[in-house]
C-alpha cells in the first residue's frame, strides 16, 4: 500500500468518525461517541502515517522534500492538523458535541484531496522557488493557524446555535456546553491561530525575499494572506480594547474563515507567484 492509498482510506475512516460524533450528539449516546473518539483518533495516525510515507516514498522517487508542495499535499496536512488540535480540546474540555462540527470539516478537506478529479496526487518535484529550507517552517505554521480558524469556526456555528438553546428552545442544543464557554473557546482558537498565521506570513516574507529577491509582492496569495490576518487581528483587536464577544465575535470569525478558504482555494484560480498551489 502506497501513501496515497493508505491516505484514501483514512478519508473514509474520518467520514466514519463524523458520522458517529453526529449520531451521539442527536441520539445523545455515549457509545457512538466514545467510539467517535476512537476513530478520529485512528483516523489521525493513519493521517500521520501517510505523510511519513510520502516524504520517505518522495526519496525513494529521487525527489526528496517535505509533501507540502502542492494541493493534495496541504490538504492532507491540514485535516491532520484540525483532527490533532480538535482532540485535544475534546481531551481538555470533556465534550464531544465539538466534534459534530470540526469532524466534517476534516472530513471535507481530505475528501476533496482524495476523490475530486482535479487534484494530482502524484509525488512530483519541487519547482525552484520552492526548493528552500523555509518551505516546511512557513507551511507548517500557517496550516497550524488555518485549522485553528477552521475549529474556531465550528465553534462560532455552535454559539449561534446556543443562543438558542439559551431562549429555551431545541431538542438538539441541549447538550451544548453554555454560550460563554462557546465563545471563550472560540477567542482561544482564533488567538492560537493568529499567532502562527503571523509567524507564517513572516516566515513566507523572508522566503519570498530569498526565491524572488522581495520580501513582498503583492501576489494575489500575499494579499488575501493580509487581508485575512486583517480580519483576524480586527476581531481580537475589538474584544480587548472595546469589549467584544458573543454574537458579533461568532460573526467575523465565521467571516475570518471564508476569507482563508478564499485565501486557500479562490486565489489559486488568478495569475500570480503561488499560482502552483
Given at each position: 500500500?502506497?501513501?496515497?492509498?493508505?491516505?484514501s482510506?483514512v478519508t473514509?475512516?474520518?467520514g466514519f468518525?463524523?458520522?458517529?460524533?453526529?449520531?451521539?450528539?442527536?441520539?445523545?449516546?455515549?457509545?457512538?461517541?466514545?467510539?467517535?473518539?476512537?476513530?478520529?483518533?485512528?483516523?489521525?495516525?493513519?493521517?500521520?502515517?501517510?505523510?511519513?510515507?510520502?516524504?520517505?516514498?518522495?526519496?525513494?522517487?529521487?525527489?526528496?522534500h517535505?509533501?507540502?508542495?502542492?494541493?493534495?499535499?496541504?490538504l492532507?496536512?491540514f485535516s491532520?492538523?484540525?483532527?490533532v488540535?480538535?482532540?485535544?480540546?475534546?481531551r481538555?474540555?470533556?465534550?464531544?458535541?465539538?466534534?459534530?462540527f470540526?469532524?466534517?470539516?476534516?472530513?471535507?478537506?481530505?475528501?476533496?484531496?482524495?476523490?475530486?478529479?482535479n487534484?494530482?496526487?502524484?509525488?512530483?518535484p519541487?519547482?525552484?522557488?520552492?526548493?528552500?529550507?523555509?518551505l516546511?517552517?512557513?507551511?507548517?505554521?500557517?496550516f497550524?493557524g488555518?485549522a485553528?480558524?477552521?475549529?474556531?469556526?465550528?465553534?462560532?456555528?455552535?454559539?449561534?446555535?446556543a443562543?438558542?438553546k439559551?431562549?429555551?428552545k431545541?431538542?438538539?442544543?441541549?447538550?451544548?456546553?453554555?454560550p460563554?464557554?462557546?465563545?471563550?473557546?472560540?477567542?482561544?482558537?482564533?488567538?492560537f491561530?493568529?499567532l502562527f498565521?503571523?509567524?507564517?506570513?513572516?516566515?513566507?516574507?523572508?522566503w519570498?525575499n530569498?526565491?524572488?529577491?522581495?520580501?513582498?509582492?503583492?501576489?494575489?496569495?500575499?494579499?488575501?494572506?493580509?487581508?485575512?490576518w486583517?480580519?483576524?487581528?480586527t476581531?481580537?483587536?475589538?474584544?480587548?480594547?472595546?469589549?467584544?464577544n458573543?454574537?458579533?465575535?461568532?460573526?467575523?470569525?465565521?467571516?475570518?474563515?471564508?476569507a482563508?478558504?478564499?485565501?486557500?482555494?479562490g486565489?489559486?484560480?488568478?495569475?500570480g507567484?503561488?499560482?502552483?498551489?
Amino acid at each position: 500500500m502506497n501513501s496515497s492509498n493508505l491516505l484514501s482510506v483514512v478519508t473514509f475512516v474520518y467520514g466514519f468518525a463524523a458520522i458517529l460524533y453526529i449520531a451521539a450528539w442527536i441520539f445523545k449516546k455515549t457509545f457512538p461517541g466514545l467510539l467517535a473518539t476512537w476513530t478520529a483518533l485512528l483516523g489521525a495516525v493513519g493521517n500521520a502515517a501517510g505523510i511519513i510515507m510520502r516524504w520517505v516514498e518522495s526519496y525513494t522517487l529521487g525527489i526528496g522534500h517535505a509533501p507540502l508542495s502542492n494541493m493534495y499535499e496541504s490538504l492532507v496536512f491540514f485535516s491532520c492538523t484540525i483532527v490533532v488540535i480538535y482532540l485535544v480540546i475534546e481531551r481538555t474540555y470533556k465534550n464531544r458535541i465539538i466534534g459534530a462540527f470540526v469532524m466534517p470539516l476534516v472530513f471535507l478537506a481530505i475528501a476533496y484531496a482524495s476523490l475530486s478529479p482535479n487534484i494530482n496526487d502524484r509525488i512530483q518535484p519541487l519547482i525552484p522557488a520552492l526548493k528552500s529550507n523555509w518551505l516546511i517552517a512557513h507551511v507548517v505554521t500557517c496550516f497550524l493557524g488555518y485549522a485553528a480558524f477552521a475549529i474556531a469556526f465550528g465553534i462560532s456555528l455552535m454559539y449561534l446555535l446556543a443562543r438558542r438553546k439559551k431562549k429555551g428552545k431545541g431538542y438538539l442544543l441541549s447538550q451544548f456546553p453554555g454560550p460563554a464557554f462557546l465563545d471563550n473557546l472560540t477567542h482561544q482558537m482564533v488567538t492560537f491561530g493568529f499567532l502562527f498565521l503571523s509567524i507564517g506570513i513572516i516566515t513566507g516574507a523572508v522566503w519570498a525575499n530569498s526565491a524572488w529577491g522581495s520580501y513582498w509582492s503583492w501576489d494575489p496569495k500575499e494579499t488575501w494572506s493580509l487581508i485575512t490576518w486583517f480580519i483576524y487581528a480586527t476581531l481580537l483587536h475589538a474584544r480587548l480594547m472595546r469589549g467584544w464577544n458573543g454574537k458579533r465575535v461568532a460573526y467575523v470569525s465565521i467571516i475570518g474563515f471564508m476569507a482563508v478558504l478564499f485565501t486557500y482555494f479562490g486565489v489559486n484560480l488568478l495569475p500570480g507567484l503561488h499560482s502552483y498551489g
